[in-house]
Each structure stands twice: as C-alpha cells, then as structure tokens.
C-alpha cells in the first residue's frame, strides 16, 4: 500500500515538473553595420587628339600621365603638333567614392575600338587599353593602394568621415591604318569597380 501511494505521488509530481521546463527565454543582441555605397566617376575620356594618317600602319600611344607618342615606323601615322584645328591629347581619368579603408577591384577591358561615327560605323581603328595608374583628378589624389596590375585598390581613409575616394588614370594604343580615311572617330568602352 505505501508503494502504491508513492507512485501515485510520483504521477502527480511528473506533470508539474514537465510543464515548468516548457517555458524558457534568451534576449539576442542585434546590429549591423552600414557602409558607403561605391560610386565610380568618369572626369575625361580617353583623347588621341589629331593625328595624320600616314601611307603605312601604325600606332598612336597615350601614356596615363596625357602624353602623346607616335609610331617609329617609316611612313606610319603622326600626332598633329599644329595649333590650327589643334585637338587635345589626354587619359581616361576617374575617381571613386566608397567607404574609407575598403577594398575595391577595377575591371578594364583590354580593348575597345573607334569608327567614324561611331560604334559599328566605317573604318574601324583598335585600341589596346592599358591598366589603371595611380594619378591625381582634379582634387581627388590616388590613395597608394592600387595594385601593380592596377586591378585593386583601397578607398582613402578621409580622418573618419565618409566617403573616402580614390583616383587614376587609364592610357591606351590607337592602331592607325595605313592611309585611314579622314575623319572624326568616337567610341567607348566600360570602366567597372566593385568592393572585394
């Protein structure tokens, strides 16, 4: 008779202690932390500025600092160095804006091509675009981070506040052909950047 009280006993106790564990809670922290949005800015395009086609092929240079330097072939095309009808010669320049101290990376497409009217227009030239270098646009100066294949870079820290920015230029190689036809040649090529 005693074990059966106590079983009975037991039975009660076993609900009570189950429905007492049911119940349980944990207060979780939460964040996050924003950052700067980065932005790409194109200051000017990429200039070969006038040139004299010659009777063989060759080719126009624009380093990323905007100087100009023709082909050593014989007969091949030349940079004008008149001042009637002059045209400048310059570097793609750009800058971004981002979160200071991130990482970004540069994408640039190793060619692109000029025509006379442009894209799909007649006598297309080529042009062999050279990697992104480190160089100041305008009030915007290059933060040192930018990679020898000038691929990656770092947005400059700005002291704490936002946004940081970073700068450089892109030169290129215009193939010219031999006697190419007179007349205004245009195209364009795309720039990208994106946070690593």
Not at 28 to 42: K, R, T
Not at 89 to 100: I, L, S
Not at 120 to 130: A, E, I, K, Q
């Amino acid at each position: 008779m005693k074990t059966l009280t106590l079983l009975g006993a037991m039975v009660l106790l076993c609900p009570f202690v189950a429905k007492a564990q049911n119940n349980c809670s944990q207060t979780v922290n939460e964040g996050c932390s924003v950052a700067q949005p980065i932005a790409l800015h194109n200051v000017t395009g990429l200039q070969f500025g006038r040139i004299l086609s010659g009777a063989n092929a060759g080719t126009i240079l624009i380093s990323a600092a905007g100087v100009v330097t023709p082909t050593t072939d014989p007969g091949g095309p030349a940079a004008y160095t008149g001042t009637t009808n002059a045209q400048p010669h310059m570097a793609a320049t750009f800058y971004v804006t981002g979160e200071p101290g991130f990482t970004y990376g540069i994408t640039t497409p190793l060619h692109s091509s000029v025509s006379i009217g442009g894209a799909g227009g007649g006598t297309p030239m080529t042009v062999d675009l050279n990697p992104a270098v480190s160089q100041t646009v305008g009030i915007y100066v290059p933060s040192g981070g930018l990679n020898a294949a000038g691929t990656t870079s770092t947005i400059t820290p700005t002291g704490g506040t936002s946004p940081g920015y970073d700068a450089w230029a892109i030169g290129g190689t215009l193939h010219v052909g031999g006697s190419q036809p007179s007349g205004a040649y245009t195209g364009t090529f795309s720039e990208q950047v994106t946070y690593q």
